[in-house]
Structure formats: structure tokens, C-alpha cells
């Protein structure tokens, strides 16, 4: 395998779309203050600065662009004073990613020209394998130059059901990127039957939504799927380093069609041969509920492993003949389970959740009930 060197990869721009409210992480993970702002895996960084620390040794000073709602523009900040004046893009409202990426694509193009790679990141994924990360990204960066939309294909460990995939093709044939396919083709979470053929087969990895392109060859794509917002954002990107910028937003970022770049660019122009897929074989997780989030975090200090974790101070926490519980404690009182195995139990201030593992991913339609009994406060 080719060897890449070290360091910074030259002219690369590393876009870290931050939105949602991580629905199934409610009372933990709220609008107000979502799940990429918390610390989830006990490391001491929020899953918005580990996204950040694990970008810096790939980007030069400056490269790196947040792009997040209004309202959480003072959080992000706080939590990355590093970051400069131009390097938060701050979204009135969501649009989806399809609108953040193309907003961050429209004004790096601006600012820098068309010929910029850009990448973009979850802020909310968790990542293990720094070195395996980096080489993906690398071999990403130059498909990108060669002039593909690339997406970075997860090793899958299970059949999931709850991830999309991608199908690999045949290589692209780049000496600078010996391990890059064509993407034939992407599914979007597939049921376990599906996804067990799948990976039988060899041929699919899970799809993270983490893509790479030249700024302009994303914006060719936009404006031949989505016409209206590719004039949209290349308006907003005229002025979004002008004293123009708030009343072009206005006029603009209401209009926009909420979309995510999967549906936009990546599946039609899969089909049109424009996607390339780089394998990521290193550990990943979008921690999409509570199960997921309990597997993310260590044992307990006291020496017996039995599944049970806890999320915060464990002297907060007394599990009695429970197993395999996950407890999140918040509000200083003491938390005791007993007799139950693998529950899930949240205590903040003003709500408590309490379910089992099996049924986190329901935590959504407990949400929803809040919302329908009008409390907007707790969302």
C-alpha cells in the first residue's frame, strides 16, 4: 500500500455539520442543548470536541468550519475557543444536511475557490482507530481530487438494521488512493434479512454519511438534483462575508428544501457512476439510542462485569441484583435498581426515563407523547 505522509493534507477543509436533537437520547439529548454538546463515552470531551481533536492532525489552521443551528452557536464556541470569526456557520433553522454541507461547500468555494476538498463529519459520532480514520480520510481527499463525490464505507460488525449501506464496486485504479471504489449503490436501513445477505456477500459496508468532494464538483451535482437550492446557497455564500449576509438569509434560508445529501447528490449520482467509496475499518458508532450508548461505555470499578454501565458518577448509582442496566444520574439523588435487568435509567431535573435496552429505540415515540401533551418545555 501506498504510504501518505504525515500531517496536514494540504488545501483540505474539514466541515463538521453539528444539528439534531438525538430524539432517542431524550431527557439527556434535548433541541436546546443536543447530544453532540454532552460527553457520552465518559472521555472527558464532548462528542463535538473529539470530532474536532481527531480533524486537527488532517487540516492546516482555519480549515476547520462548524455549521450549526442559531441557538447553539455560543455553546460551540465555548466549547471550541480555538475556532475563528469566519468558522461557524450558524443556520437559522434546520434544513437537513443536504443544506448545511452545500451552504459550508457554497462559501468555502467563495472564499477559497472551487478546486477546495472539503469533508464532512458528524459532530455526534463516536470513532476508535485514530490511524485508521486518518489513512481513509487521506485516500478520501485524493478520490475527491480525481473528481468523485467519496463516502467512507464502515466495516460492518452485525447486520444492522438500523444503518444504511453501501454496495462496492470495482476500484478506481488511483495510486494515491489504492484502496477507493465505485459506489453502486446505497440502501437505507434494510431489515435484518436484508442485511445479513448483505454481508454475505462481501460487497456492502454500513454507510456514516461522511463525504468528500471538491467543492465545486459538489455544487455541479446540486445544481443539476436540486437546481433551486444550489441558486439558493451560492446567493446565501455571495453574502455571507458581507453586511448583506442577515437580510439574504432571510430571504433565502426559509425556501430551502429540507433534504439530506444522501437523497440529494449520493444516490442519483451513484447511479451515474460519480460516487467513490473509501473502506473505514475502524470503529464506529452514531450512538443512535440508549442500547448503543451502553456499549460504548467501560465496566464498573467493581471488578464484576455484568453488563451494567453507568454514565456520570457512579457513587450516584446502587444496582441490587440488576444486570446489564444502563444509568444515567443527574440530579444528585442516589439512583437504586433493584431486581431489574437491563434497564435504562435516566434522572435529569425535570424528567426521568425509565425503559429496558430492548425497546431504547422507542424512546422516540415517548417523545412524541410529550410533545402531543404540549410540554414543549422538556423538549
Do not use: C
Not at 154 to 182: K, M, N, Q
Not at 296 to 317: E, Y
Amino acid at each position: 500500500m501506498t504510504q501518505t505522509p504525515p500531517g496536514p493534507i494540504p488545501g483540505f477543509h474539514a466541515v463538521i455539520p453539528a444539528g439534531g436533537a438525538g430524539t432517542r437520547l431524550w431527557p439527556l439529548s434535548r433541541s436546546g442543548s443536543p447530544k453532540f454538546l454532552h460527553d457520552l463515552t465518559g472521555s472527558g470531551r464532548t462528542l463535538l470536541q473529539a470530532t474536532v481533536d481527531r480533524l486537527t492532525p488532517l487540516t492546516e489552521p482555519g480549515h476547520v468550519l462548524v455549521v450549526t443551528g442559531q441557538r447553539h452557536v455560543d455553546a460551540v464556541r465555548a466549547q471550541l475557543p480555538g475556532l475563528g470569526a469566519g468558522e461557524v456557520l450558524a443556520e437559522p433553522s434546520p434544513r437537513d444536511s443536504m443544506a448545511a454541507i452545500g451552504l459550508a461547500a457554497a462559501v468555502l468555494a467563495q472564499r477559497h475557490g472551487g478546486d477546495v476538498v472539503l469533508g464532512s463529519f458528524a459532530a455526534d459520532h463516536v470513532i476508535h482507530g485514530a490511524s485508521a480514520f486518518q489513512r481513509a480520510v487521506r485516500e478520501g481527499v485524493e478520490a475527491a481530487r480525481a473528481g468523485y463525490v467519496v463516502t467512507v464505507g464502515i466495516a460492518a460488525s452485525h447486520p444492522a438494521t438500523a444503518f444504511g449501506y453501501v454496495r462496492l464496486g470495482e476500484s478506481l485504479d488511483l495510486v494515491a488512493a489504492p484502496s477507493a471504489r465505485h459506489a453502486l449503490g446505497f440502501t437505507e436501513k434494510p431489515d435484518a434479512a436484508t442485511a445479513a445477505a448483505y454481508l454475505a456477500t462481501g460487497e456492502y459496508r454500513w454507510n456514516a454519511s461522511m463525504f468528500l468532494a471538491r467543492a465545486q464538483v459538489l455544487l455541479d451535482h446540486l445544481a443539476v438534483q436540486r437546481p433551486q437550492m444550489h441558486e439558493g446557497l451560492r446567493a446565501l455564500a455571495a453574502a455571507w462575508d458581507t453586511a448583506d449576509r442577515d437580510r439574504v438569509l432571510h430571504e433565502v434560508w426559509p425556501g430551502l428544501e429540507k433534504i439530506a445529501i444522501d437523497h440529494a447528490i449520493a444516490e442519483p449520482v451513484a447511479a451515474a457512476g460519480g460516487i467513490a467509496v473509501v473502506p473505514g475499518d475502524f470503529g464506529w458508532d452514531d450512538i443512535g439510542d440508549f442500547a448503543s450508548l451502553g456499549k460504548l461505555l467501560p465496566p464498573l470499578d467493581d471488578g464484576a462485569d455484568d453488563g451494567a454501565r453507568v454514565l456520570g458518577d457512579d457513587s450516584a448509582v446502587l444496582l441490587v441484583d440488576s444486570s446489564g442496566s444502563l444509568v444515567v444520574p443527574g440530579t444528585g439523588r442516589l439512583v437504586v435498581v433493584l431486581g431489574l435487568d437491563d434497564m435504562v435509567v435516566v434522572d435529569t431535573p425535570d424528567a426521568l426515563l425509565v425503559t429496558t435496552r430492548a425497546r431504547a429505540q422507542q424512546v422516540k415515540e415517548a417523545v412524541d407523547a410529550v410533545r402531543a401533551r404540549g410540554r414543549e418545555d422538556l423538549l
